[in-house]
């Protein structure tokens, strides 16, 4: 179980997250749904341990942030490293040392160059690779799908697929909806930094009919086409 207790966060006066409080049951995969802004990000930077928060968040898992991979929305990659030396120092972080990069590296990446001449979504597949490196029980992921093209998007679906069916905890934040109902155990809408509404399986086709009429229909009536 992963307990989140009266969650909040601050930047200056600007409330970000609002005193959330919810019970994640572990192996199970969860998707955060929301407008830009609505705090997703920084919902999984309190969990991943990035930012400072007041209220709790607690797990069976101990020390949760010590089992817990983040792909950030944005990966960061230090000047001058190459793809295998950022995948070996992320594996070495969790004393994965002996990583068969040529099997491990599915997307086909040219590891010899440096990551930070990658486009964006090879920039995406390799922090993906690095994260599922380090074989961790919690996984975030922000946003996997941003930028990769159409087969690795199916691929990245079928890991996250897989993790699922292991046993892992996952928690993905995509504006792309139907990657989440494809993969998700439970969907969580969240506005203005608050957990509004929690979606089973069986409430996808409500989730996506309230999505619409919110987020499409009232804006675009609003442009007098
Ligand atoms: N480091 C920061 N300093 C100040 N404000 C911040 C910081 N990080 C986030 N914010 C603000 O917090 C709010 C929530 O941002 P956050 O990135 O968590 O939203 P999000 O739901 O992930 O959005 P998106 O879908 O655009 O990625 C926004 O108003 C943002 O401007």
């Known amino acids: ?45 309190c969990m991943a341990g990035l ?17 817990l991979g983040y792909l ?17 120092l992320f594996a070495n972080s969790h004393d994965e040392t002996e990583v068969d990069f040529a099997k491990q590296n599915i997307f086909d990446l040219p590891l010899t160059k440096y990551a930070e001449d990658y486009s964006t979504g090879m920039k995406k597949k390799l922090a993906l690779l690095a994260v599922l490196l380090q074989k961790n029980e919690v996984i975030i992921l922000d946003e996997p799908f941003n930028g990769v093209d159409i087969h690795s998007n199916l691929v990245i679906k079928e890991i996250i697929d897989k993790l699922g069916k292991s046993g892992k905890t996952i928690f993905i934040c995509s504006h792309i909806f139907s990657t989440l109902t494809d993969v998700c155990d439970e969907i969580i809408f969240m506005d203005e930094g608050v957990f509004k509404k929690v979606y089973q399986l069986s409430d996808y086709t409500q989730l996506e009919e309230e999505m619409k009429k919110k987020t499409i229909l009232e804006s675009v009536d609003r442009l007098d086409l």
């Open 72 to 88: 950030q929305t944005e990966p960061y990659f230090f000047p001058r490293i190459t793809g295998k030396e950022y995948l070996q």
């Open 1 to 45: 179980m992963i307990r989140i207790n009266k969650l909040s966060k601050n930047f200056g006066n600007k409330e970000v997250l609002k005193s959330i409080s919810h019970d994640f049951e572990l192996g199970k995969v969860y998707g955060i749904v929301g407008e830009n802004g609505a705090g997703k990000t920084t919902f999984f930077r």
């Open 51 to 67: 930012e400072t928060h007041a209220g709790d968040i607690t797990s069976s898992i101990k020390p949760l942030k010590d089992s």
